[in-house]
């Protein structure tokens, strides 16, 4: 064909194609989306490489896992190392010693039937793995919570003896592969007596044979199943199952709460074994009739002395300030600098043991019996703890931290605050500060009054009555002077004028937590509040820096396996009050010393400030000072040993009473002077004048100048009348009513000042008032937080 027939040729078949495809165009349009469909044999072998690489994926995991063994946990156990704040070590503690694998012939038929019925009533049958739980620990891992699902016997056995205790998406595949792997290569008897031997029970005990031996003094194999059920229990979570209590870890896991959980856990497992046929009519009767009350803590070795209070709080720090879990910790392998000083440590135990050693004797006087002392040191503008007492130490049977420990009302140590909210805020009479040479009314029985004139009342409807410890007639006196000889009624007035929010709006801000506030009533203004000892310490740190304020720390770094752990910094500094108040504050508490309750601590040879505090029927004495260097606290109360009860120290040490000014400043002043050994006396920034001068309802104009000059007479402070005190119940900071009661009497404190005619008294009942003019002026919110700060720790 020629060139032109080929042209013309190409051109019709151009054309018909044209046509065609204008023809198919509806078509082509309608059904071209299937053009990026891909065809069934191509899904088909997607879905098949898909499937067969999973089976390839699990295939691998599972050819490379081993199947772990109950010595695998043993060989990971660790000591955890303490250290001075010079980096020298303190003590080494951990799990290695306290876990002794044993047979499961050697394990109660009844221990295992426990662990069955309340966890895994499927054992026997299972596979091991749960595919729902791991499908939960993952949907929740999606959802942005944590991994954690339900979990099999041997599950749970792996990851005793295996894994870490972290909760990630690869931990729970590892789990799985290993689980199956261990479902086919060891028989459940084997996975059972793993897992009961690797469990943790709390008290470091890992493994039935060590719980056995921890709680109740016998070896495995002698367990009662009433025993067996309580320990059981444990597996639930030891911090939170064990009666002895863990406060010292979460507020929570206090003995009465603890107890209650026990044996309903407890009860509820026997119940089960009975329903699984585990155990008789006859045995379930036996079983159930009395619930199992396990032995006392013992100390472990190197936890004696002053070191296991030590440990406990830089353990607690720890746990507060990261995500290890206390079964984590445990198991060992962390090395913890802590920022005690082992000088300063040594001081204040010498100082306390000297003064008990002086001043009581318990095999003569019954009231010297179950006297218990508690204090803290702390660095200004830091907040390093450097020295704490805790108790008489765990070898001795004393296993509460009495330095961080809460239930021991504070007293009149607490009036610093009210004195610190009204030079900030003011009252409700005044157009800003008030001057601290404002006048009050001190006398004794004192009506108080309400913002708008009116009496606080009482239930019966009569007025609230607030007492001093001495009838002596001080009439208006200024606050300087109230707060030299710790005269109650004009705080309790002043605390009604500022607001009682504003008051604990200021303690707060000082370092007070949430978690230890009383209830916001008069008597609050007088120390109703139960800090910890290390907690009054940091607070007044506060005063002694000039309104900074550092939370307290004991740790100032972790290291686990060598490797340094994130979240051990410095607390920050933040300014919690002005300057001058604080500075004015110090001013107030530098005259209490020279010339007040507090001068005892006049042989310190230095310049200081601190505040007494002695509360209703002498239950408790307290003394806060400080210089610049260091803020001590110390604390002393009798508890009977049964209720946890506080005691009246009346006739304690020989005295009619004892206050805070006494035995307490005689312990302080004796540790300042060793801990402050070559160091210079600093003073305190001068404190510039504040605010006016606003004296209290009712005071004459001008005011007559009354004898302001104590006494040298004890006689001056008579015991008030106990007929009018009611009996105080135990002391717990949740107490609706508060410490002192809801009593409807006029109770007045019991604690008298020295013999100078102080009145460094206690609250007296804490009244209904009709309508509640608690805030005075401008109020503000409250925080929260642990003792440490954070969940309470």
Known sequence: MGAAGAAAGRGRAGAVSDRKRLIDYPRAAKYGWQRWLPSWKLVSGLCLGFFGSLVAVAGIGYAMVGVPTEENAAARSQNNVYLWSNGQQM?????GQNRQNVTIDRIPKAMQDAVISAENKTFYEDSGVDPMGIARALANMARGGDTQGGSTITQQFVKNTYLSQE?????????MFISIKVGTKLGKKQILQGYLNTSYYGRGAYGIQAAAQTYYGKDAHELEPSECAFLAALLK?????????????????NKDDNLKRSKERWAWILEQMHNDDKLTDAQYQKAIKEYPTPQGRKATKGM???ISYLVDTAKKYVLNHSDITEQQFDQGGYQIRTTFEKSKVEALAKAVKKIEKEKLDPEKRERDKHVQFGAASVKPKDGAIVALYGGAGYENGHFNNNADTSGVPVGSTWKPFVLAAAMEYGTYRSDGPLSPMSKYNGNDRLKVLNNDGSYVLKKDNTPFLQKNESPRPWGYITLRKAMEQSVNTPFVQLGMDVGMRNVRDVAEKAGILDSSFATLNPSFALGTSTPSAIRMADAYATFAAAGKQAAPYSVTSVKFNGQEIDGFEKPRITQAMPENVANNVTDVLENVIQNGTGKNALSLGRTAAGKTGTTDENKSAWFVGY??????SVAMFREDPKSAKLLSMNGTAGEESIHGGDVPTLVWTEYMKAALEGKPDLGFPEAEPIGDVQDAVGAPSPTPTPSETPSETPSETPSETPSETP??????PSDTCGFFGCDEEDNGGQNGGEDNGGTDGGASSEPTPTDTNLDGGSTRGNGNGGIFGGPAG
């Open 727 to 732: 009996t105080s119940p135990s002391p717990t």
């Open 167 to 175: 909760q990630t998406v690869s931990r729970k595949f590892k789990e």
């Open 304 to 306: 004696s002395g002053q």
């Open 237 to 253: 979570g030891p911090t939170y199952y064990d009666p002895a209590g863990n406060e010292s870890l979460d507020p929570a896991a």
């Open 627 to 632: 210089t610049q260097q260091l803020s001590t």
């Open 91 to 95: 003590v080494a503690t951990g799990s």
